[in-house]
């Protein structure tokens, strides 16, 4: 079987480690293997710094490139370039190719709402659809002179892997998908589907899991766990800056505790109509309703925000603090750990008797823990763990919010069919540095300034560094007004 590998520098994890391990696994099936680099056609490249830059760190990095690399293990390798004055893309295609650069515009900006058609938008928006562009010609006239059996390519949801994707598609080719893996460290996601298809990806947790009984998926979802749990886990970054274990500053109570868990919502924000069935303005009104329906006095109520907060843009943050600051002034009960808190997310699972969540990963792992949880949104896991959803206002009264005996048998076997998807790195990032970059150091970080980009997204770099000091400093305030009982926005 021929297996084509499709490869970006794009990619923000790992990348090399990835696809050399995914390749040499593939060749190991007796597959005939060759590996197109299709960096050229995406706006960003996410390279290693200079080789001088890293030195003068305290850092390494290899000189053997990819190409050596594969080369040397007999595997193929080639690279596209753009081409000029390409014709126009097929209208299907086009379409495509315009929710793929909205979906990638979002991620880039970190905002779930990016500013309208300022000069600047549309010009990061016609400078991603312009690399992109001329992918799909050139994929297809590979595929033709390269005949495929299959296609595996990474996630297929920004523009230039869409157009690789529908370029395979259209030439009748099988196509997989690839990226970082979900579960476990050090891994890669192979799969039949995208990542973020949420109904594909629950759909096959039965046939994923089939050989495994209800024993063996619970072993396999608690050691998920507990190593998600983990301060300095790998598969959590978040958890590094939270406690260790209960920090015994809140008293007792008889009462019942309710728990809400914000959500990233930006990079939702264009995964497709299967995401957004609910019929809330937001998660904050969603919260306001469940609120307002809870008796007030009669509950423990905690809103803690998603660390992620610290890394989206400064007027997604401003958003996120009116929405909160009104909640604050509706019911003053309601004690709000901001994004920098380190009071850690699994202690409140364990001391809530209601969790409420938008689509966090949380609502999985308290459900795995046989816990009540409400979603208010469509979440990846929730046709597969007992959870129940709020979708809209009329699902909201008191009699849907009583707790129940939740079986947690669902939360596990979906978590195995994540771990039984993973495979492990067989190539590590040593291979081509000293640094793991998914924990890349600051001056490393720096040296990101070196890679081959335009001025305008190494200026764009500078202010994410900028923006993401920021939103920890205005956590900190947020966190010690709230310890004296003011509003985020003061009086």
């Known amino acids: 079987m021929k297996t084509t590998i499709v490869f970006s520098l794009s990619s923000t994890y790992r990348p090399r480690s990835v696809v050399a391990s995914l390749a040499l696994d593939q060749k190991a099936l007796g597959h005939e293997v060759e590996v197109v680099d299709i960096t050229d056609f995406s706006h960003i490249i996410q390279d290693l710094p200079p080789t001088w830059f890293a030195k003068l760190c305290g850092e390494t990095v290899h000189s053997r490139n990819l190409c050596a690399f594969l080369t040397e293990n007999e595997i193929g390798y080639s690279m596209l370039t753009r081409g000029a004055n390409s014709p126009e893309l097929p209208p299907g295609v086009a379409n495509e190719l315009e ?44 595929l033709k002179e390269n005949r495929s059996d299959r296609i595996l390519i990474p996630n297929g949801r920004v523009a230039h892997q869409r157009l690789a994707l529908l370029a395979a598609l259209d030439a009748g080719i099988q196509a997989e998908y690839y990226e970082t893996g979900r579960a476990t460290p050090n891994s890669y996601y192979l799969g039949s589907h995208q990542v973020h298809d949420r109904i594909g990806t629950q759909r096959i947790v039965k046939a994923v899991t089939k050989n495994l009984s209800d024993e063996d998926c619970r ?63 937001n998660q904050f009104e969603a919260f306001q309703t469940i609120l307002a329906k809870l008796q007030q006095g009669s ?56 969790i409420f969540v938008g689509r966090s990963t949380l609502g999985l792992e308290a459900s795995c823990l046989g816990k009540s949880v409400w979603v208010t949104t469509s979440a990846r896991y929730d046709d597969s763990a007992d959870v129940k959803r709020l979708l809209s206002p009329d699902d909201v009264d008191s009699d849907s919010l009583v707790p129940w005996q939740a079986k947690p048998q669902g939360a596990h076997r979906f978590i195995a069919s994540w771990v039984l998807q993973d495979h492990p790195l067989s190539v590590q990032e040593s291979q081509w540095s000293s640094w793991d970059s998914a924990r890349a150091p600051f001056a490393i ?32 305030r947020l966190e010690f007004l709230e310890g004296l009982g003011q509003s985020p926005l003061g009086k």
């Open 299 to 354: 509950f423990n109520c905690v809103l803690r925000v998603h660390p992620n907060l610290v890394n989206k843009s400064r007027q997604y943050v401003r958003r996120e603090k009116l929405e909160i600051s009104a909640l604050k002034s509706k019911f003053p009960h309601l004690k709000v750990l901001w994004h920098t808190s380190s009071d850690n997310s699994y202690d409140l699972i364990k001391k809530a008797d209601l």
């Open 99 to 142: 929710d793929a650069v909205r979906s990638e515009l979002v991620t880039y900006l970190r905002d779930d709402q990016p500013p309208g058609l300022n000069r600047a938008t549309s010009r990061l928006e016609s400078d991603i659809s312009r690399a992109a562009f001329s992918l799909f010609r050139k994929f297809s006239e590979y």
């Open 219 to 281: 072993k396999e979802a608690m050691q998920w766990l507990e190593k998600r749990q983990a301060t300095d886990s790998s598969i959590n970054p978040f958890s590094r800056g939270w406690n260790a274990s209960p920090t015994g500053n809140d008293q007792e109570s008889v009462k019942p505790t309710a728990v809400f868990f914000t959500s990233s919502v930006d990079e939702f924000a264009s995964y497709g109509a299967e995401w957004q069935n609910h019929m809330w303005k």
């Open 445 to 476: 970080r720096v040296g990101n300034l070196l890679v081959r980009n335009s001025l305008r997204h190494k200026l764009h770099l500078i202010m994410l560094e900028v923006t993401r000091l920021t939103n920890q400093w205005d956590g900190k």
